[in-house]
């Protein structure tokens, strides 16, 4: 009996033996065949590509947008995760190790849980309801930490999420803030369309991808391998051929990458246009709301809302594309990874079980012979654990690898929210550094009489901080488009000069007061002025901030900041009385009330606010564009007398010739280029406005009069040229 056994043995070897052989055989004449056909299309490549066909090198060209679109998302990917993590002992780390351990975690009590199922199988098998109520009490007890461990790993990403969207959005408004960055990133430069868009939801979809992404990675790769490892060694242990399921798996999950990475549609780009088009469409609304008044004026409902639903069949449009696109790849996607590879789950499971011997080569034996000795009924339950746990175990290795091959789709996406991210910030860096870039308008829409600078503006002015005057030195008005509205202009401007500023419309006015408050930078020339705290904007629709009445007097200072400059509200309320709106207070219910103050306060109480907040700073200079034109005229005279009686130089543009007196020189541009600074004397500068609209008057009746004339002249049957006499 023991020599048949040994017979049998041998024969068993050899088998293998020769099994292994055909194997090694087999794959290298594949390997083979495999060389010379790519060797022939390589050959015949290099052929066509001499022949100067166009298809090669539009490949190349191909390739090499793809190797760069990689080698870009990686740089910009590898900037991004250092922002995320900044030192190596910070919290998200410490969150990342405690993510990696309960997915590991999660990856050995599955394992345990298919162990399980096969026992239990095994025990029904065999009708042993005792060994099958201790198996099933042991099921059950695993299901607690199971349970827990599930619910940790989306807790755990959920946390990892919104860390890593408090690090980006803390760094974007750091650069937001700087340097009026969140003034000119709009104004100054057309790279970013709605930075709302990109500092709110791009930065929330970068953040929840990158998070789910690693959990999608990290615990399919370690579901791969441990699963791998315990199906191989098991098999081993049981003396089954794990050649052929090996190869089987290898082969499958390669074609299907291959098919799958060949037929699939380019999701970052598709993914950062419709995150673009969402931008453009709140840009809309947002419009909308802050407009609403001048559009119910002007009962602009209509073009409005065909503007709305222009943008929203964009919109609607291109996400239904990216769902027919992601129809016809996930049904592929589907077919592969469960059809196909169920199939060739299968054959992998049950070639194992039906070559197994029930030892392996490195047992003893007397374990070989008591495997020969079983009978066939604990055969057969053997078998159906084996087949159970293998089944199991063979269906989470499936599940991470569709998984892993399903994130490629999430990395597409991903490089998609990365490239929009990454751009915001380059833009606020760049534009905090004084690197501005916009589109160039079409030739048709220049105005053939200004003079533009082509090409990248460069800032060759100084500014000089003084501690009084405002002085230009050959200073260039030039906008933000490049158009040259003033070449050179060189003023003087001493303590205790008011200046009056007038012209026609885009003459330079509010482009000299954007360019002395620093929000436009000097490209040429040199100007002397005070540091920005000492001169205060007041525009002709002041900005009403969220906060108490309080706050609204105090703007942008905070409470504490008020307390700290020695001021009290007994001296807000002498500022109320000198602007003539000491009568809120009372109609607001005092300072610590709340409301929507740019609903709640009228068009000429916004203005007296604005005027207010001036004489709360007491700057040296206060720059008023238009800021009373909806107030009275003899409020306006006892605010401007004020302001001069506080000892502040007032830089004033504003169309009233009531105004005049309060002002001791002027400053005129003519439009054109040209400008006038001289000496300004009110009363007779009055008289010759009073003459002026005389003489108009006069010539406004001139054309009815040889109207009139010619009519005479042709009923007359006379000449216009004729006398009577």
């Not at 060739?344 to 070559?355: E, F, K, Q, Y």
């Not at 990395?411 to 998609?416: D, I």
């Not at 100007?527 to 105090?554: A, C, K």
């Not at 007779?684 to 001139?702: A, D, F, V």
Request: aromatic share 8%; with cysteine; net charge positive.
């Amino acid at each position: 009996m023991q020599q048949s056994h040994l017979q049998l043995l041998a024969r068993l070897r050899r088998g293998s033996r020769l099994r292994k052989l055909a194997v090694a055989l087999a794959a290298a004449y594949a390997l083979r065949k495999l060389s010379v056909y790519l060797w022939r299309k390589r050959q015949g490549g290099a052929a066509k590509q001499l022949r100067g066909s166009d298809k090669p090198e539009a490949f190349i060209k191909t390739q090499d947008k793809k190797r760069l679109k990689r080698r870009d998302f990686a740089v910009q990917l590898t900037r991004l995760l250092k922002l995320l993590f900044p030192r190596l002992l910070c919290r998200e780390v410490g969150l990342l190790v405690l993510h990696s351990l309960t997915l590991m975690s999660r990856t050995f009590l599955s394992i345990y849980v298919a162990s399980l199922d096969g026992a239990i199988v095994k025990c029904i098998v065999q009708k042993n309801p005792r060994a099958f109520m201790l198996q099933l009490a042991k099921w059950l007890l695993v299901s607690v930490p199971a349970t827990f461990i599930n619910s940790a790993i989306r807790f755990l990403e959920g946390q990892l999420s919104l860390n890593f969207r408090t690090r980006l959005v803390n760094h974007a408004y750091q650069l937001y803030f700087t340097n009026q960055t969140y003034y000119r990133v709009s104004n100054m430069d057309g790279r970013l369309n709605n930075p709302d868009q990109s500092l709110t939801e791009d930065i929330v979809m970068f953040s929840a991808s990158v998070a789910h992404l690693y959990s999608n990675l990290t615990k399919p790769v370690l579901d791969v391998v441990v699963t791998c490892y315990t199906l191989l060694r098991t098999a081993q242990s049981k003396g089954a051929n794990t050649t052929w399921p090996s190869a089987i798996a290898g082969l499958v999950v390669a074609l299907t990458a291959q098919v799958l990475r060949c037929c699939s549609p380019q999701f970052g780009s598709l993914v950062a246009e419709e995150a673009r088009r969402k931008g453009d469409l709140r840009f809309l609304h947002s419009r909308i709301i802050n407009n609403s008044e001048e559009i119910a004026f002007y009962g602009g409902h209509e073009v409005e809302m065909s503007l709305l639903q222009k943008s929203y069949s964009s919109l609607s449009s291109h996400i239904h594309n990216i769902l027919l696109k992601r129809l016809w790849f996930v049904m592929l996607e589907q077919f592969l990874m469960k059809y196909v590879w169920s199939a060739a789950g299968l054959v992998m499971v049950a070639v194992p079980i039906i070559t197994a011997t029930g030892y392996s080569q490195h047992d003893s034996e007397e374990v070989k012979l008591a495997a020969m000795d079983m009978k066939e009924e604990e055969l057969v339950s053997e078998r159906t654990q084996a087949f159970t746990t293998a089944r199991n175990l063979l269906n989470s290795a499936a599940d991470a690898v569709e998984r892993i091959m399903s994130s490629y789709k999430e990395v597409t996406e991903l490089a998609g929210y990365t490239a929009r991210v990454s751009e915001m910030f380059d833009v606020f860096e760049d534009v905090k550094d004084g690197i501005y870039r916009r589109s160039k308008l079409p030739e048709g829409e220049a105005d053939e009489h200004a003079l533009r600078v082509s090409g990248l503006l460069e800032r060759r002015g100084r500014v000089i901080s003084v501690e009084k005057g405002i002085c230009c030195e050959d200073l260039p008005i030039i906008t933000p488009t490049g158009d040259v509205v003033v070449s050179s202009l060189n003023i003087q401007v001493e303590d205790g000069m008011n200046v009056l500023i007038t012209g026609p419309n885009g003459c330079g006015k509010s482009s000299l007061f954007r360019i002395l408050s620093g929000l436009w930078p000097v490209y040429g020339g040199v100007l002397n002025r005070p540091e920005p705290e000492h001169m205060f904007y007041i525009p002709q629709r002041p900005y009403m901030s969220e906060g108490t009445l309080r706050d609204q007097v105090i703007y942008p200072d905070s409470v504490d900041q008020m307390v700290r400059k020695g001021v009290t509200d007994s001296d807000l309320e002498k500022i109320l009385r000198t602007v003539h709106l000491l009568y809120i207070l009372d109609r607001e219910r005092g300072w610590e009330s709340v409301s929507d103050w740019k609903d709640v306060l009228s068009g000429g109480e916004k203005q007296r606010m604005g005027m207010a907040r001036m004489f709360y700073h007491r700057p040296r200079y206060a720059l008023l564009d238009e800021c009373t034109s909806a107030v009275s005229i003899d409020v306006e005279g006892q605010i401007f007398m004020a302001a001069k009686d506080a000892g502040i130089s007032l830089l004033s543009i504003t169309h009233r010739p009531s105004l005049w007196k309060y002002h001791s020189h002027l400053l005129q541009f003519d439009g054109e280029g040209g400008w006038k600074f001289e000496p300004l004397d009110a009363s007779t500068r009055l008289s010759l406005q009073e003459e002026k609209q005389r003489l108009e008057n006069q010539l406004s009746g001139i054309p009815k009069m040889q109207q009139r004339l010619s009519e005479l002249c042709v009923l007359l049957g006379e000449g216009e040229g004729e006398t009577s006499g």
